[in-house]
């Protein structure tokens, strides 16, 4: 909590000028903390008589934080066969490990997926905790939750990462919660500082026009979610060898309120945007659902999948699976052909890995171009036709 001394407070303003949040005005000559207040300490660091505390355990140091060692990242299943993103995890934890010289551990659970660790061996991991347990089959929340917690409590892990999936956008803050631990949800970069061995998570902020670093100096585990597509995958190496050690689990981790009936897959999740190899994205430019039926015909002339910028989505012409960027999906397509997408920054995040980009927009100014390898200027509903008849021919001889 941020307390003011009213006995030290000059009104001085410097305050309210320091939060980011507008969550400390001054009235009447005294400093009022409202709702939003996220006790970063900007304001107290800025505080020049001292007039400002935070009280509570936010900020107090964990008694001993050499205690926690090691890297871990959650390799997350289902039915039985490892999401790629794990395998990005490892890419990335195998460096900041090498880096603290500590291990690599990859948490896996579910139901008969012991198969599967030495997957995870090969793609860099030292140790496979493996949990598994016929209600660790399908994603619970709750049971996921507890045991992963349970785990941490046990072994002390100084990082934890997992993607940023659906099921790691859920189960990780709940961890980091009861844990009181710090969490960096959708980092882009992570690394370690030399000095002092502490993680440094970047990610985008404010929209995407900066880029902010943060760090967890009060706390462990040092807990971050990495989007899929972001990080490299590490090179299988099946001479690899590593330790698979099965975890005991009580009964009382394993209870659920949830039960789960059927699973039904999502016609619109039969293509996933992050796993073609070539993408044709549309964006405001096509100016409506019939337009996106040319998108669609040029996809699949090149045996890709229809992508979208935010503002077509919006517009309701395409659905929310399609979207591109930092609150759509990270794509890193071989080939991505933007049509009628203007290149704001936060479309370029989710698709500035792609391989070649094509950028088709009337706009010889476009931001887009700034991100593509080939441009093409000119009206899109003249230049994706005469796309498509090329290819088809090509096709044909
Ligand atoms: C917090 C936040 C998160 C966001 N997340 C995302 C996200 O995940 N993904 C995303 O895409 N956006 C996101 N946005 C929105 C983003 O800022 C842009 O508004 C959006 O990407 C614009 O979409 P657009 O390029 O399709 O439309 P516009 O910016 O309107 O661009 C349309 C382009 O089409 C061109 N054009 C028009 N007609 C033709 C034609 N006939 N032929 C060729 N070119 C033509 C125009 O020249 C123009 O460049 C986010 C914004 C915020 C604030």
């Not at 551990?105 to 598994?132: C, R, Y």
């Not at 010889?364 to 390898?373: E, H, M």
Request: proline residues 3%; charged residues 20%; negative net charge.
């Amino acid at each position: 909590m941020l307390i003011v001394d009213a006995d030290k407070c000059i009104g001085c303003g410097v305050c309210e000028d320091s939060c980011a949040f507008g969550a400390i005005v001054v009235e009447d000559g005294l400093a009022v903390v409202g709702d939003s207040c996220t006790l970063c300490g900007a304001c107290v660091e800025n505080c020049e008589v001292e007039a400002l505390c935070i009280e509570g355990g936010e900020k107090a140091v964990q008694a001993d934080l050499s205690a926690w060692s090691g890297i871990w990242i959650f390799a997350e299943s289902r039915h039985g066969e490892i999401a790629p993103v794990a395998f990005e995890l490892l890419g990335i934890g195998r460096k900041l490990a090498d880096q603290r010289g500590v291990s690599l551990t990859a948490v896996l659970f579910g139901d008969h997926v012991q198969e599967v660790a030495s997957e995870l061996i090969s793609a860099g991991a030292d140790q496979v905790l493996l949990a598994e347990n016929p209600a660790l089959a399908q994603y619970r929340e709750d049971v996921y939750g507890r045991v992963l917690e349970r785990l941490v409590q046990e072994y002390k892990p100084e990082v934890v990462l997992a993607g940023a999936t659906a099921i790691g956008r859920s189960v990780i803050p709940q961890v980091a919660t009861i844990l009181g631990a710090g969490l960096t949800a959708d980092c882009t970069g992570l690394e370690i500082r030399e000095e002092d061995g502490m993680l440094l998570q970047t990610r985008p902020a404010f929209g995407g026009n900066i880029m902010a670093t943060i760090e967890c100096p009060h706390s462990r585990p040092q807990m971050a979610t990495v989007r899929p597509n972001v990080m490299a995958r590490a090179e299988a190496d099946s001479s690899r060898t590593g330790e698979v050690v099965e975890v005991a689990l009580d009964d009382d981790l394993l209870a659920s309120r949830v039960e789960v009936l059927e699973i039904v897959v999502s016609s619109e999740e039969r293509v996933n945007i992050q796993e073609v190899e070539a993408l044709v994205a549309g964006g405001r430019g096509v100016e409506s659902e019939k337009g996106f039926e040319l998108i669609g015909e040029l996809a699949e002339v090149l045996n890709g999948a229809v992508a979208a910028s935010r503002a077509a989505v919006d517009a309701g012409w395409v659905s929310y699976p399609h979207q591109v960027g930092q609150t759509g999906k990270t794509v890193s397509p071989k080939l991505y052909i933007a049509c009628g997408i203007s290149g704001a920054i936060q479309h370029a995040v989710g698709m500035q890995s792609a391989e070649t980009v094509i950028a088709i927009n009337r706009d010889k100014n476009a931001p887009i171009y700034d991100f593509a390898t080939y441009g093409l200027v000119g009206d899109l509903f003249e230049i994706v036709p005469l796309l498509i008849k090329k290819i088809q021919e090509q096709r044909s001889v």
